[in-house]
């Protein structure tokens, strides 16, 4: 993937997913500020989710082995998976043991980070996406571009072409005559995926939470295509990030009000559905859960970027950001867009590629992303630390091993004019020379940087040098007083 400017460059000037996207961020965020301001308590809400999330990490290693403890107890299996591949190989085994050669899916971030649609598919196994959106994207041969409404890119009209090209390779065809009313095209889509549940053996799923005091795993949705695929099927594969655990059931009920404000604007989610293990004669006779680092850790060892784990992915710091807006999630390179995606990528990545260290620059840092945050991340501050990371390298963690990585290219020319500064900025005498040359020559100064600077000047004016240095002005006003 090319660097963030470079990829949002086509999505800027498309005006119709400009529109798609104008419409659709609009629409939720005023639902959002509406559905927080009914309650009175949102702000205390909001700092007991952060202090929860913040304590919860802080003694994950502890709440790690409790959920394994309880999860074996209640008759679940455990499995630990260190990256992508590893728990590609976990989920692909486990289905290939069932002898299915298609899974059923519930809308999962974790999954999708992983590629396991993708190593399913090498393994000859089919995985179908249940969630709406997910499947207009998987239909469409797309990508997701928003954390909860992948599809938000698309309107009415490309989803009814996508339903009647596409339906019939997938399975059951869309209805003659479909039209684009949202009515017929949720009707076409429940009757294509209704078959798919009744028969499917095997889901595979994500979570939005883990209670470690009984290893319950909680999934809310508005669908109900995830309570199908949660209870239908014999055995039952959840993918999930390290960093989605709950000490208590007490705890669950701050989560349980902050997330379908934060992200559907509902005062709770039409579906929440809540398993523990397995239990005779209801739902699935297996259940696996694959607990995933893949970076978790390594983002749990820097200090000032590790809040970014509190994420409990509502999508309100995308509905708000203006960047987002005018470019669409395709430009982040990632299953993570918006502002969540440019502090979190590059930490469970790592900055090495070109895509990943620009993406903290993607963003104008007006803090919207801040206030909206239900567990009150400070995005700001992890893009202007991470900022510095790409500038300078800087020791990261990877894997648990301390490294050394190095300075983003196409940072030299800033480098060199920090050092300039800084070495002028030390001696008055310089600057003041500097600064009379520059007042002398200001007229000869060109309006844009040529070079390196050029991409600065592109979008903005270079200030005009004054006539004259404060220093200069100091000194003459205060002789001018002397007697
Ligand atoms: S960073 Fe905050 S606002 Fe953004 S998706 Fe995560 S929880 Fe929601």
Redesign the pocket.
């Known amino acids: 993937m090319p660097a963030f400017p470079e990829a949002a460059e086509a999505a800027v000037r498309d005006e119709v997913l400009r529109g798609n996207l104008r419409h659709a961020t609009g629409t939720i965020r005023a639902r959002r500020a509406a559905a927080v301001a009914e309650l009175s308590d949102w702000a205390a809400l909001r700092a007991a989710g952060a202090a929860i999330k913040e304590r919860t990490l802080r003694h994950l290693d502890h709440y790690l082995l409790q959920v394994e403890e309880r999860v074996t107890a209640a008759g679940g299996v455990v499995h630990w998976a260190a990256d992508a591949a590893e728990a590609n190989r976990i989920v692909t085994d486990l289905v290939r043991e069932t002898g299915e050669r298609e899974v059923v899916k519930v809308k999962s971030m974790a999954t999708q980070e992983i590629g396991l649609n993708e190593a399913l598919a090498e393994a000859g196994i089919t995985a179908y996406e249940t969630d709406l959106a997910e499947l207009i994207v998987q239909l469409g041969d797309d990508r997701p571009s928003h954390?909860l409404v992948p599809a938000i890119h698309r309107n009415r009209g490309e989803i009814r072409e996508i339903f009647a090209d596409r339906m019939a390779t997938w399975g059951r065809p869309a209805p003659d005559g479909l039209t684009d009313e949202p009515a017929e095209l949720a009707e076409a889509a429940r009757l294509h995926l209704r078959e798919k549940f009744l028969r499917a053996r095997v889901a595979v799923s994500g979570a939005n939470f883990v209670v470690a005091e009984t290893g319950t795993l909680a999934v809310v949705e508005s669908e109900g295509n995830g309570r199908m695929c949660l209870t239908l099927p014999e055995t039952l594969i959840s993918v999930v990030g390290i960093e989605k655990i709950v000490p208590t059931w007490r705890d669950l009920e701050v989560f349980l009000q902050l997330l379908p404000r934060?992200?559907t604007a509902e005062r709770m989610n039409p579906y929440t559905s809540l398993w523990t293990g397995t239990t005779e004669g209801d739902g699935p006779r297996a259940f696996h859960l694959v607990l995933l680092d893949n970076g978790r850790s390594d983002t749990l060892a820097d200090t000032v970027g590790r809040q970014?784990l509190?994420?409990?992915?509502?999508?309100?710091?995308?509905n708000v950001c203006p960047v987002y807006e005018r470019t669409g999630g395709h430009a982040y390179g990632s299953v993570y867009p918006?502002?969540?995606g440019a502090i979190l990528t590059p930490q469970l990545q790592g900055m090495e590629d070109e895509l990943a260290a620009s993406l903290p620059y993607a963003s104008s840092l007006c803090g919207a992303?801040y206030e909206?945050?239900?567990?009150a991340?400070d995005?700001p501050d992890v893009l202007v630390h991470l900022r510095e990371r790409a500038a300078n390298g800087g020791a990261v963690s990877r894997r648990g091993t301390p490294v050394r990585i190095r300075p983003a290219r196409g940072h030299a020319a800033e480098r060199a004019a920090m050092r300039a500064a800084a070495w002028a900025f030390d001696r008055p005498g310089a600057l003041r020379a500097a600064q009379r040359l520059g007042a002398a020559t200001r007229r000869l100064h060109p309006r844009r940087l040529p070079g390196p600077g050029r991409a600065w000047t592109a979008s903005r004016d270079l200030p005009t040098f004054p006539e004259q240095s404060f220093r200069d002005w100091w000194t003459r006003n205060r002789d001018d007083r002397q007697p």
Do not use: D, T
């Not at 909206?372 to 567990?375: F, L, R």
């Open positions: 954390i934060s992200s970014a509190r994420c409990i992915r509502c999508s309100a710091c995308l918006g502002p969540i992303c909206v945050c239900p567990v991340i995005i």
